[in-house]
């Protein structure tokens, strides 16, 4: 099998495989889908833990965007700082930079332009976590977008 069409089996391979461990209730619902390469890039260009960068310069690390709840410095991990409600440096604490529906360095603020950032551990851009619908570098995982969404709206 080509690597271009094993690159478009791929994703549909994991949809199937992930819809039947959630409806087993092996993963849950609420989890982020794992992340893919960005849509048209060849699947050997994907390194594997997506990264956060927020704040001026992209300074501030936000936390691992695909990393299991376990991980220490996963964003679904709501015992670390990185998926806590309370850390200020936290996309899922309403009340900071990065988590606020107003600043202009928020995943959840509609009109920021200088959302977070997502890298592989190679440094390669992936796009901007982003409520903002209109920016143009907006991450393009449809099922990260929609759990963004709902967790922006608590």
């Given at each position: 099998m080509g690597i271009e069409?094993?690159?478009r089996i791929a994703p549909v391979l994991?949809?199937?495989i992930l819809?039947?461990?959630r409806s087993l209730a092996l993963i849950p619902a609420s989890a982020p889908p794992p992340l893919l390469a960005p849509a048209g890039a060849p699947a050997a260009v994907f390194v594997g833990k997506l990264m956060l960068f927020g704040g001026a310069s992209h300074q501030a690390y936000l936390?691992?965007?695909n990393c299991p709840a376990s991980a220490s410095d996963s964003i679904l991990n709501e015992y670390g700082a990185h998926g806590s409600r309370y850390d200020m440096r936290s996309i899922v604490n309403q009340f900071s930079d990065f988590g606020s529906a107003y600043?202009?360095?928020s995943a959840c603020n509609a009109h920021a332009?200088?959302?977070p950032v997502v890298v592989d551990?190679?440094?390669r851009f992936y796009g901007r976590l982003t409520m903002n619908l209109y920016n143009s570098e907006r991450y393009s995982q449809g099922?990260?977008?929609a759990w963004l969404a709902g967790m922006c709206a608590r």
């Open positions: 069409k094993a690159a994991l949809s199937l819809a039947g461990c936390g691992c965007l600043s202009n360095y332009t200088d959302a551990s190679a440094g099922a990260v977008n």
